[in-house]
């Protein structure tokens, strides 16, 4: 089947982030602001139709997971993930960030060390904040535009007494990396030997170029037991508006003590529609729709790497694998960060700055590509006058 990915939807009353935060001049021209990690066009026609179809019944009250709800998701990570999940390791929260506020309540205590591995998406170190607990920094390292995990520095942030806790994301963000089996293989094993538990975001496991799998942490044998893996229909099928993801929690001394401390937060269960986008999703036709969408999307990775490579050589786009953004590193066109803002404000373009993934990043920026070609052609001829206006060559 094929799907419309080219019609650019309208934000223009409804209180989108993506909007309000645009240029209004942009705004104005209908081009909207590539930041914010969501779509530019309709989620799975399939989900429109069974939220189209619950509002019209009239009847919105209070909903529970029930097990077709299980079910759905445990057909959805064996067809998309190819992950056999049990349902008793599903529990639905409110959210992958609120949920990591529960995890770190009920496993850690203020002052104890959280490891997450910069350039990496900016709401966990927030919520690391917030609860009082401490940052534990293991930066990526970039060698010719390409990122790998730093293991030995890895192993030696595992080693502190402090450190209970590591974040992973996979596919990166906002790196669009895609983790290799034997690099959450090692992790796992690090873990094991420091004890240590594992969160793993995997909101954009299903986003992921042909040849890339974004394998299922609690899928690794010394992962299983100490991990809480976040799936969700946020990223894949565009439902940011919605609170809600799924955790996959294999161990049950983990999931019964989770699942306590849920309750005593007054954040469990499921929001109606949200039942009914995940069973309207996690199904053939949203299936469909999401493998549509990633060939959509690595061929606007495919467009945007190309023309840079051919115009601007000296900018650096990290290999996109997964997710549907592209990190990219202007240092080489824009020498300063001052330089780096004239440029985009002179091209239109409303990108997420890099500083807030990693503060040795003030130089590249996060670009959502998860549009209209039509959108990335405009923006890339934007990139060319504004190039030429500020004589950056």
Known sequence: MTYDFETLVDRSDCGSVKYLRNMPENNEMGLPALFGAETDYKTAPCVIEGIAKKALSGTWGYTIPDDPYFEAVVWWEKHARNFEVEKEWIVPTR?????????????????DGVIIQPPVYQGYQEVIETQNRVVLRNNMICENGEY????????????????????????????ARVHGEEELARIAELAEKYDVLLISDEVFGTVTEEKFCAVPTAKLPKARNRCFSSISLGKDFCIQGGSHANYLIPNPELREKFIAQQKKD???GVEGFLYTALRSAYTPAGLDWIEAQGRFVAENARYVVKFLKQNLP?????????????????????????????FQEKARLVMDGGAQYDERCPLCTRMIIATPRKVLEQAMERVTAAVKELKLL
């Open 95 to 111: 959210g992958t960030i609120y949920s990591m506020v529960t995890i770190m309540r009920a496993f850690t205590k203020e002052g």
């Open 148 to 175: 790998r995990f730093d293991f030995e520095g890895l192993e030696e942030l595992m080693k502190r007494p402090d450190a209970k806790l590591l974040i992973l994301c996979n596919p990166q963000n906002p790196l």
């Open 266 to 268: 007054f954040a469990t």
């Open 314 to 342: 000296m900018v650096r786009v990290a290999p996109h694998q997964g997710g549907y953004m592209l990190w990219i590193d202007w240092s080489g066109l824009c020498p300063t960060a001052e330089v780096l803002k004239e």
